[in-house]
């Protein structure tokens, strides 16, 4: 197997997804136990270290990749994720990276920052989870 489409398939099982079929997995599914997430991008994020050819900056990125939230989509995200729905799908349906999806649920207090979540996003994480928590 290519490395490339280990990542690929490593990524799909994190963000909760059959890498086969396509489909989000159930809720009771061990796919979308949160130790088994955090295990999953950690393998992901071990991988991706190495060097690996990748697309140029900014290349691929979804439409509202760094664009500011508004009030508005806030609420969307914050409603939508309360119905149930995944962050692939979150992400998909906002324009942006899954990435940018768990980094507003966690300012929004809606989860707990990812033990892989890239450095700059961990300061605006441990704040919203001291806001939510007092």
Do not use: C
Request: net charge neutral.
């Amino acid at each position: 197997m290519e490395r490339q489409a280990a990542l690929k398939i490593i990524q799909q099982l994190a963000d909760g997804v059959d890498p086969h079929s396509g489909e989000v997995f159930p809720s009771d599914s061990p796919y979308q136990h949160p130790d088994t997430i955090r295990a999953l991008f950690f393998a992901l994020h071990a991988l991706e270290t190495r060097p690996v050819s990748r697309q140029p900056a900014g290349e691929g990125a979804p439409e509202n990749a760094g664009k500011p939230w508004s009030e508005d989509e806030d609420k969307a995200l914050a409603s939508a994720f309360d119905a149930g729905r995944q962050i692939p799908e979150l992400a998909a349906q906002h324009k942006r990276t899954r990435v940018a999806i768990q980094a507003r649920l966690v300012k929004l207090g809606k989860i707990e920052p990812p033990a892989d979540m890239p450095n700059r996003f961990r300061a605006a994480a441990s704040m919203a989870s001291y806001v939510v928590q007092h």
